[in-house]
T-cell receptor, first 115, second 110 residues
Framework: GDSVTQMEGPVTLSEEAFLTINCTYTATGYPSLFWYVQYPGEGLQLLLKATKADDKGSNKGFEATYRKETTSFHLEKGSVQVSDSAVYFCALGPNSGGGADGLTFGKGTHLIIQP | DTAVSQTPKYLVTQMGNDKSIKCEQNLGHDTMYWYKQDSKKFLKIMFSYNNKELIINETVPNRFSPKSPDKAHLNLHINSLELGDSAVYFC?????????FGPGTRLTVL
């Protein structure tokens, strides 16, 4: 079945450091890929997405590129802030054509940014 | 004008009780879901409903039963609660593959 593997946390960085959170997947067909963020005590918010190979999703300074050849969707940000501290989830789901399948999530990476 | 809302936000109850969690979405989406997030933050889908029809049931115990009175609502009813049911439960709805999550319900079974 489908699966998502992402780096285990916690990841602790200093403010303004460069961030990479690795994510790889296995799936049949051509899934869409997502990064969700969960701030303390809150629900999940969509951070960015990509629906086909070589697409780059971006939002709030975060970027991730859908790499079919390496089955990866690594999350990057050039300069992190304390407010980026949260748990980040990589997920895959049905392609943009829709469907009732749920998302398959990675185990989440807890990011801690120190001032 | 919350897109996906859940009630209650917190639920503390005794083992063996029956409880329900309500979910409503005002996005006009056709598909809704329930996810369970365990103490290690791992998220796993439990159910999805598409146009009031159950599509997925991921080996969830039959003590859990989703009920959808209409397209905008998907409630989760749990019978005979067990300690292991303690978790955060998230409702979501989707359109063209993108899912929108509710704020979650933290269930604690004592």
């Amino acid at each position: 079945g489908d699966s998502v593997t992402q780096m285990e946390g916690p990841v602790t960085l200093s403010e303004e450091a460069f961030l990479t959170i690795n994510c790889t997947y296995t799936a049949t067909g051509y899934p869409s890929l997502f990064w969700y963020v969960q701030y303390p005590g809150e629900g999940l918010q969509l951070l960015l997405k990509a629906t086909k190979a070589d697409d780059k999703g971006s939002n709030k300074g975060f970027e991730a590129t859908y790499r079919k050849e390496t089955t990866s969707f690594h999350l990057e940000k050039g300069s992190v802030q304390v407010s980026d501290s949260a748990v980040y989830f990589c997920a895959l789901g049905p392609n943009s054509g829709g469907g009732a399948d749920g998302l398959t999530f990675g185990k989440g990476t807890h990011l801690i940014i120190q001032p | 004008d919350t897109a996906v809302s859940q009630t209650p936000k917190y639920l503390v109850t005794q083992m063996g009780n029956d409880k329900s969690i309500k979910c409503e979405q005002n996005l006009g989406h056709d598909t809704m879901y329930w996810y369970k997030q365990d103490s290690k933050k791992f998220l796993k889908i439990m159910f999805s409903y598409n146009n009031k029809e159950l599509i997925i049931n991921e080996t969830v115990p039959n003590r859990f039963s989703p009920k959808s009175p209409d397209k905008a609502h998907l409630n989760l009813h749990i019978n005979s609660l067990e300690l292991g049911d303690s978790a955060v439960y998230f409702c979501a709805s989707s359109h063209r593959g993108e899912q929108f999550f509710g704020p979650g319900t933290r269930l604690t079974v004592l």
